[in-house]
């Protein structure tokens, strides 16, 4: 079942110029970095109450963002939602008509599991689905 928002990812093109701002004008806390190999992301954290904000930026270059950020630019990449059982939610998703960008979930930050719904199943909005180990 869907539990929380867990965060709001921003497509950044300048990583540092993006965590000064959130850290430096907007006051935000900031929680280090993360390379996300599996993504070919390096993430920005801003944990802000109950939720945060994560910068996403190509690592090394490289990946399916660097195509994201030249085709429609920096913003808001997608909308994560926590799951307290990802296998049942994809399931029950499945079977409702849901597509996924992938056919089973992969490691994501924080060592969770993740995988993403396709933006045409939600009204052109790129949804990702995680699931914290447990203990977490």
């Known amino acids: 079942m869907i539990v929380a928002l867990d965060h709001i990812a921003i497509a ?48 090394d270059g490289q990946g399916p963002l660097v195509q994201h950020l030249e085709k429609r630019g920096p913003g808001i990449h997608h909308l994560c939602f926590r799951s307290d059982n990802l296998d049942e939610d994809v399931v029950n998703l499945k079977d409702k008509g849901y597509r996924f960008l992938s056919d089973e979930p992969s490691v994501g930050a924080h060592n969770t599991r993740v995988i993403f719904i396709h933006p045409k199943s939600c009204d052109g909005v790129l949804i990702e689905l995680n699931e914290y180990p447990e203990g977490h």
């Open 12 to 59: 950044v093109p300048d990583l540092q110029r993006a965590i000064d701002r959130f850290l430096g004008d907007f006051g935000l806390t900031f929680e280090g970095t993360e390379n996300v190999e599996a993504a070919k992301t390096t993430t920005a954290f801003f944990p802000i109450d109950g939720t945060s904000i994560e910068l996403v930026h190509p690592l």
